[in-house]
């Protein structure tokens, strides 16, 4: 079986897992304990803080840990919503976000904030401008992803949060990092960015830990409260072993960025030139997309059946993110900018790594075109 499903979970790297057993059977204790062993496991969780603020140019301090992306985002999102709702109950956001920035919205859309949804362009690029144009005196809070999950397209960030600050300098700028860093650079400064989400095991890092930076003078209002972890802003053990692993992964892939790139795009624009030869498919990436995500759609065909035919035939793909992937409806990301129900039902995500090689894609490419002829002949059996 060829993966091809990197933008959903990667391959740890094997430094991560040693990290992991290492830490798991030497320092199991609490980093909160006044013993000295509790003091060691404190101390590594302060040296991964101190390695992950370089790998993103901030303030150790301003680094904190979570279980996940999905608990970044929430907490970015509602954290600000709740602790800064005497300046204003609007907040700012796009219509092609990852569910758990949009379904944050709108839970907070629910219990009374004004949320503007902002389309993307039938490329889908959210338009600096149009972003700017929903920010008012009372918007506390701007969300805006730097990849697209499902589709790769990359949002002009450093417009977006120069125009964002020129409007109302006292308005957050949140950004879903998950699918940008490790393969586009990064300047959470230039960008003028507030708040900004990781996810390692998009990174070959471990599952179940995620990073959320915040600029020095936020405050979040916490979601889980309890103990006075991370600084009161998240109550909870923290988890060590994956803490430790994900340092190592946000640095080990921010180092390699630039040759894991130029060993992405050649594939990538191999097989956009490929997909351009079948006229049954509709490309929905932009060439000028992240490296890692191509997607198209099969008019007419369920996602689902040709991610299926697929498989078959030893190819692991998605319809189009995973958490989204169960969902029968067609994708929210595609309809937003202005596909048909019928190609928005009928996506495929291919996502690339580092394992891949040209003889992997030339495999797909045959995998697609057998794939096309075998769910044709179905179809005419059918009629
Ligand atoms: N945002 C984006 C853009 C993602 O792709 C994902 C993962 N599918 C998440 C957030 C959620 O990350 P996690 O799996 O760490 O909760």
């Not at 949060?161 to 959470?188: E, S, W």
């Not at 103990?227 to 180092?255: C, F, L």
């Not at 596909?339 to 995500?349: C, E, H, L, T, Y």
Request: charged share 20%; proline share 5%.
């Amino acid at each position: 079986m060829l993966y091809w499903d990197y933008a959903a979970a990667t391959p740890p790297y094997e430094e991560v897992v040693q990290t992991m057993e290492q830490i798991m059977k030497l320092h199991y204790a609490n980093p909160s304990s006044l013993h000295r062993a509790g003091s060691e496991a404190g101390k590594l969780i302060r040296r991964s803080r101190e390695v992950c603020a370089a790998a993103l140019s901030v303030q150790p301090q301003e680094i904190l840990f979570t279980s996940g992306a999905t608990e970044s985002n929430n907490l970015a999102i509602k954290g600000a919503a709740l602790q800064y709702q005497t300046r204003g109950r609007h907040l700012v956001t796009t219509e092609i976000e990852h569910p758990s920035v949009y379904e944050s919205f709108l839970q907070l859309q629910r219990m009374g904030w004004e949320v503007t949804f902002v389309a993307p362009d039938s490329t889908g690029v959210v338009d600096p401008d149009r972003v700017a144009a929903a920010v008012r005196r009372d918007t506390v809070l701007v969300s805006v992803m730097h990849v697209n999950n499902e589709i790769g397209t990359i949002q002009p960030l450093k417009e977006m949060g120069k125009l964002i600050k020129a409007v109302n300098p006292r308005t957050l700028f949140h950004v879903d990092g998950v699918q940008g860093y490790g393969k586009l650079a990064v300047d959470l400064k230039d960008w003028q960015v507030d708040l900004y989400s990781l996810s390692p095991h998009k990174l070959r890092g471990p599952r179940g830990v995620g990073l959320l930076y915040i600029k020095e003078g936020i405050k979040l209002f916490p979601l889980l409260t309890g103990g006075s972890h991370e600084e009161g802003q998240r109550a909870g053990t923290e988890n060590v072993p994956a803490i430790v692993a994900s340092s190592k992964a946000i640095r080990m892939s921010g180092e390699q960025r630039e040759t894991f790139v130029a060993q992405l795009v050649p594939l990538r624009d191999r097989l956009l030139r490929f997909l351009r030869t079948v006229p049954e498919f509709v490309i929905n990436s932009r060439q000028d997309g992240a490296p890692h995500i191509v997607h198209f759609s099969y008019p007419g065909m369920k996602g689902e059946v040709f991610a299926r035919k697929l498989e078959e035939l030893g190819m692991a793909v998605s319809t189009r993110s995973a958490c989204s992937s169960r969902l029968a409806e067609p994708s929210r990301v595609l309809l937003s900018m202005g596909k048909d129900v019928s190609s928005a039902s009928g996506g495929i995500r291919i996502s690339l790594g580092d394992s891949h090689t040209d003889e992997d894609v030339a495999a797909l490419e045959q995998a697609l075109t057998t794939a096309v002829q075998a769910l044709k002949i179905a179809e005419g059996g059918m009629k």
